[in-house]
């Protein structure tokens, strides 16, 4: 990478030092009695003492909740298994619920203009309603709740009521398919299932009735079903019971929370499914809320009575992540709908709102930036802070939009981490300065390194993304995996001891890091990931296909889904066929599975052990060298492959292109 003359931008010396982040450094160095001049030094501690800052951290966050004497108890086997705060009994509920009843805790907007706000006294009246409606249909410890719901208040509510009981809380976004749902939801045996009537995308409502019925047959553990209203003033007869009723036929209980171990379950998080089934993936109480107590307070100076946003739905981890912004005393703001189809909607919301931050992914700011738009001269963004961009890597070009035409006196945080652990590897310092196309800096506590295929450490040029143990946001495990067989072969397989994540990277001059995207063949379209697996597994449901590779088809601002087909004999890929496919990927699955490219041929490009290789479709459909071509049975399939020459633009899989999580 060419080397900058100046960063793009920098905190002055006041701001700098009253961040939150330079007030825990000279707080740690006056403890401690060591030497910490600047971030660098303050990541080597925290890595190389790593729990003395855990516990540190525990303590300047205000955790509420009983610590205990130890901190880290290493595995003895020296890999994964180092326990956490062994001693310690605390409530993620309660530290998000804590603080000034009468501040607004939630204000929650709809595409359609509807607006609803929540102060902390009634989302803790609420909340304790929910928690006595669960407790009298059986939930309890360990027990899961799930939601198949949008972006709304209820949904935070029923997360951090059935957290409140010690039960385990797993959502998806209702434009998931029936089947893509049972994948993540039908063996976690569910006593309640929260989902909504419908919900409105693009001006356009969506009823989600008939598809809930169908879900409530998959799901025979369920004691009930609750229906929220989103499009109905009155609930329809259904195998589901209203929410006000659900509410009010629960006993009259005060708001109690539980305190857990620190590694009790609070989330099921579900992968993108690249070779199967979704990964349910368990994540803990503790590590979930000192993780994002970090990453909102140190790493993006989230402060108390901030309203902070990040435009996401209940099927993405950065929803979670939004809503542990409650411990830090913040305002969550809440947007259900579809910004695409007004570029600048959340925008508006921003100024509406006086949001402090805004997140989104890396693709709707490149959207917004190619419509010509320049914000900050028709919107007043003054009291914005902080913005946030993840999902894919945020190009040098938009760095410069954001800075230029959104918000110049903001600090600009691209993070990148993942489902796998509910927080960040690599994000912010709003104490130091920003440079074009650059992620800032390595996580505080996790120890990040960039190293070749032979697991050696890379100081330059594009490598591994990987992380050395211990790090209290390693998953607890996956569900249903016996002996921990996925999870070790997820993360800890190509590097012995070390968790390799999956991010294709590089480290900067400047101490940041750079990430190109996933090093593995899972699709991120606009900054969606999606798994091939859950296309394959439609597209191969059609008889007149017998093989199919998904990829990403990027040319000039056309960025899709392409997806290759190996047909039967006498089958023929007209446009009929071409629809029929993207329907039931759509239906199914989600709008954003649909490809905008669907092109037939004769055959696939497979390993000599029989594995079929979309790295090398990917690689051959954008006319790139593919690598290790000696490793293929049928390199000559390839050619076919290339000769289609994508051109920019193009149209097809129009929803799934547009369409931003």
Known sequence: MRAQAAPLWEPDAARAAATQISAFRRAVALRRGIDLPGYAELHRWSVERPAEFWSDLWDACGVIGERGERVLVPDPSGLRRARWFPDAQLSWAENALAGDEARPAIVAWREDGLRREWSLGELRRDT????????AHGVGRADHVVAWIPNVPEAVAAHLAASSLGAVFASASPDFGVEAVLDRFADLEPKVLVAA?????????????ERLAELRRGLPSLAAVVLVPGLCAAAPAGPWTPLAEFLDGAPNEPLAFERLPFEHPLCVLSSSGTTGKPKRIVHGQGAALLQHRKEHALQSDVRAGDRVFFYTTCGWMMWNWLVSALASRA???????APANTPLALVDLAAREGLACFGASASWFDLVRRTGASPRATHDLTRLRTVWSTGSPLAPEAFDWIHAHLAPEAHLASISGGTDILSCFVGGDPAGPVWRGEIQRPGLGMDVDVFDADGRPLARGPGELVCRPPFPSMPLRFHADEGDARYRAAYFERFEGVWCHGDWAEWTEHGGLIVHGRSDATLNVRGVRIGTAEVYREVLAFPEVLEAAAVELRAGEREEIALFVRLAPGAVLDD??????????????????????????????????GKQSEIAVREALHGRPVPNVAALANPECL???????????????????????
Do not use: F, M
């Open 128 to 135: 304790g309603r929910w928690r006595a409606a669960l407790r």
């Open 197 to 209: 009537d419908g919900y409105v995308w693009r001006g356009r409502e969506v009823d989600c009735l």
């Open 331 to 337: 305002t969550i703001v809440l947007w259900d709908g």
């Open 576 to 609: 009929a066929l071409r629809e029929r496919i993207r329907s039931r990927l759509r239906a199914n699955q989600s709008p954003r599975h649909a490809p905008g490219l669907i092109e037939a041929v004769v055959d696939l490009p497979r390993t000599k052990s």
């Open 639 to 661: 050619a076919a492959i290339a000769a289609l020459k994508p051109r920019p633009g193009g149209t097809g899989g129009a929803e799934a292109q547009n369409s931003i999580s």
